[in-house]
Structure formats: C-alpha cells, structure tokens
C-alpha cells in the first residue's frame, strides 16, 4: 500500500518569500501524485497533479512541483507567496495500477507573515 | 469545472439521532463516489466508497451499521450517520472522479451535543 509523509506540521514564511512544502511518498511503481490546498471549513481544491512525463508540474495559483524518483519526493514550490496562500496543504499519492483512490499526508499548515 | 455539492454545509444534532448528509455531482455523472472523514489539524481519512447501484466498500475500522452509505443515481451519494455521539462530530467530506481528477465536496460540519 501507498503511504504519503509530509514532514512539516506548521511553514511560516513571510509575504513575497519564496515557498517549498516536502512531500515523500512510499510506493512500489510510479505513483500518482497530487497537491491540494484546503482554506478553513472548506473542501480541498487541486492545484497539480503528476501522472507520467515531464517530472516539473505547473499547477494553479503560481504553484509547481517537481517528481523526483530518486529521493521518492514531490514538493511543491512557489517563488513568491501572497497573503491568501494561507492555507492547508496536502500532498496525496495514489496507486498508478489500482483503483486511482490517493492517500493523503497529514497536511501541513502555511501561515504567511505579512 | 466539475462541482461537487454538499448538503447541509453544517449541522448538529443531539446524541442518539441519525443525520444525512448529501453529496451531489453537480455537472458530471459520478458512478464512484468517496466518503472522507477529517479530524482537526488532520488529514483525511477514507472511510468508503460508494457505489452507483451497488452496496459501498467500507475501509478497515469503519462501521457499515452506523455509517450507512447509498448511492441510488449517477449524481447523488448520501451518508447517514445513525445513532449519532460526540465522538462522531467531524468533518465530513464527498468526493467524485471526474476525467483524471478528483473533486471534493466543500464538507459538512458535523457537531453531536
């Protein structure tokens, strides 16, 4: 089975500094990979997705994040946070050859000085 | 893009009663539906998949009898909670596959007194 570790709780950057949030993942073959963000009380919104091919991702709101193999790692990256970037973040991975079904990291919760 | 509601988007209820909670694909037609439950400051955690027509896949650990899932249309999944208690009072988040994605439900806010 497919495991996601998101090894920070809590990323505190200030407004305009550049952003990563870690993502390491645990699965046998090429998984798929996701980022999503959830605001207070709300659902959770996709911002990018790897399935196959180029291992740098663009995704919403500025967001990308880059697969690497070796190091079993998705980490999500923006060059210059705003304010409404506070948010949850959630990394997930799902298996390529089953059922599509991610299973998600415990999350990790930006908050952004301004 | 594809939308995927829930009803109510918060409820409470009193210890002992059942709630329903509907999640529904606004745009799109949703054979599979997914159930989650979030703690606070935690992750999701699936609890079933639901299933056009046929009886939901619950995951390990959860109560089919008290977590009873139907999925009678293409659009429409409800989750009821039966004999709610405190320690049901979460998150409560739907799902659908749309064509490479997910898309979830905005929640429902379950607090049992």
């Known amino acids: 089975a497919q495991s996601v570790t998101q090894p920070d709780i809590h990323i505190t950057v200030s407004e305009g500094a550049s952003l990563e949030l870690r993502c390491n993942y645990s699965y046998g073959a090429t998984p798929y990979l996701f980022w999503y963000v959830q605001s207070p009380g709300q659902g959770l919104q996709l911002l990018l997705k790897?399935?196959?091919?180029?291992?740098l991702v663009q995704g919403i709101k500025g967001f990308e994040a880059e697969f690497k193999r070796s190091q079993s790692s998705f980490n999500l990256r923006k060059p210059s946070v705003h304010w409404s970037d506070a948010a949850e973040y959630f990394c997930a991975v799902a298996a390529s050859g089953g059922s599509y079904i991610p299973t998600f990291g415990r999350g990790t919760s930006l908050i952004v000085h301004p | 893009g594809a939308v995927v509601s829930q009803h109510p988007s918060r409820v409470i209820c009193k210890s002992g009663t059942s709630v329903k909670i509907e999640c529904r694909s606004l745009d799109f037609q949703a054979t599979t539906m997914f159930w989650y439950r979030q703690f606070p400051k935690q992750s999701l955690m699936l609890m079933a998949t639901?299933?056009?027509?046929?009886?939901?896949?619950?995951e390990q650990g959860v109560e089919k009898d008290k977590f009873l899932i139907n999925h009678a249309s293409l659009t429409l999944s409800t989750l009821t909670v039966t004999s709610a208690h405190p320690e049901d009072s979460s998150f409560y988040i739907c799902?659908?596959?749309?064509?490479?994605?997910?898309?979830f439900g905005p929640g429902t806010r379950l607090t049992v007194t």
């Open positions: 790897y399935f196959s091919g180029d291992t």
């Open positions: 639901s299933n056009e027509g046929s009886k939901a896949t619950y």
């Open positions: 799902s659908a596959w749309g064509v490479y994605e997910q898309y």
